[in-house]
């Protein structure tokens, strides 16, 4: 099934609000909906235009898989308590963990957080609450990705011939599928939220796990999510799409103090994109790179090489795995 686009210089984004909190409704009847709030732009605008639709019957969850940024769960639920959406913190992280325990292949560990995100955690809470939809926000550009065997999309069924309903027990709802980020952030301006929701940076749905090369153990996870808070700090200024700290799967020769430190090595990517579809990397002034390196190799413990990314998106991709 083809899925036309609204370019977001087309989008009328009143009307396309109206008709869309008009087809959850009808869809959903008197029951109950549910959706999983990662913070992100997309999930974030989903959040907004159930809770549109359906008030109180719309039930959002914060699913905490340990994959997050530091503070990223409770600074979510606090956002959006700001704007009167009530949003419940689920602790899932030991799930998530034992589901890609030693697991090493980018698509079977994609697979698995899919798969325990979906069916186990989500599907619990599905069954708990005796909702029949959940409300996510699958965009085109994650369509492409998946059809055209880029990289699996944790939120695409349907186009690989998976149903939800047999699959997990619930209908799914995509009411973004038209749109790419730009279309979507316009839409979460004209719904009246925070610039700083509508405006975030692009994070993935699996989280810090896209970030690793290799097996995803809480420790690796910790140091990426140090590595990807000093990236953050450094870079808040600097206008690009998206950016990122990736840790490496190999140990490197280093030298500290005289002696030889086979340590870690973080890969640094900062990207100027419209959509997502292609992608430059930013061209960062050598001294803000060399103040990145300095402060990953001085704060983090292990780490003695880091490097920045220079492919374009084709044939790199943004994140790494």
């Not at 995100?117 to 926000?137: M, T, W």
């Not at 500290?256 to 002034?285: H, K, Y």
């Not at 003695?304 to 790494?320: C, F, G, L, Q, R």
Request: contains cysteine.
């Amino acid at each position: 099934m083809s899925i036309e686009e609204i370019k977001a210089s087309q989008l009328d984004a009143e009307q396309f609000i109206a008709e869309k909190v008009r087809e959850i409704a009808d869809a959903v009847g008197d029951g109950v909906a549910i959706n999983a709030l990662s913070g992100g732009v997309d999930s974030s605008v989903v959040t907004m235009l159930g809770h549109r639709a359906l008030g109180e019957r719309l039930l959002s969850y914060f699913v905490d898989n340990g994959l997050m940024r530091a503070g990223e769960p409770e600074q979510t639920v606090a956002m959006f308590a700001e704007v009167g959406v009530h949003v419940e913190l689920v602790a899932a992280r030991d799930q998530f963990f034992a589901a890609i325990d030693g697991v090493t292949d980018p698509e079977e560990k994609r697979e698995a957080i899919t798969r325990t995100f979906y069916h186990d955690v989500f599907g619990g809470l599905v069954r708990e609450s005796g909702a029949r939809y959940l409300l996510q926000g699958t965009i085109l550009t994650d369509i492409d990705e998946t059809v055209a065997g880029i990289k699996r999309q944790h939120n695409v069924f349907e186009q690989l011939g998976i149903d939800p309903q047999e699959a997990f027990g619930y209908r799914i709802l995509e009411p973004l599928v038209q749109l790419r980020k730009a279309g979507v952030r316009k839409i979460g301006q004209a719904l009246g939220l925070p610039t700083k929701i509508w405006d975030r940076m692009p994070f993935p749905g699996p989280g810090l796990a896209t970030r690793i090369i290799g097996v995803v153990t809480p420790e690796r996870v910790d140091l990426v999510r140090k590595a990807t808070a000093i990236l953050e700090s450094e870079l808040a200024e600097i206008e690009a799409f998206q950016y990122m700290a990736i840790l490496h799967e190999d140990r490197v020769t280093g030298s500290r103090e005289g002696r030889r430190e086979f340590g870690q090595q973080i890969e640094v990517r900062c990207w100027d994109s419209v959509d997502a579809r292609t992608a430059r990397p930013t061209r960062l002034p050598w001294e803000l790179l060399e103040k990145l390196s300095a402060r990953m190799v001085g704060e983090l413990p292990g780490v003695v090489s880091v490097t920045y990314n220079i492919a374009t998106k084709p044939p790199s991709t943004m994140e790494v795995v």
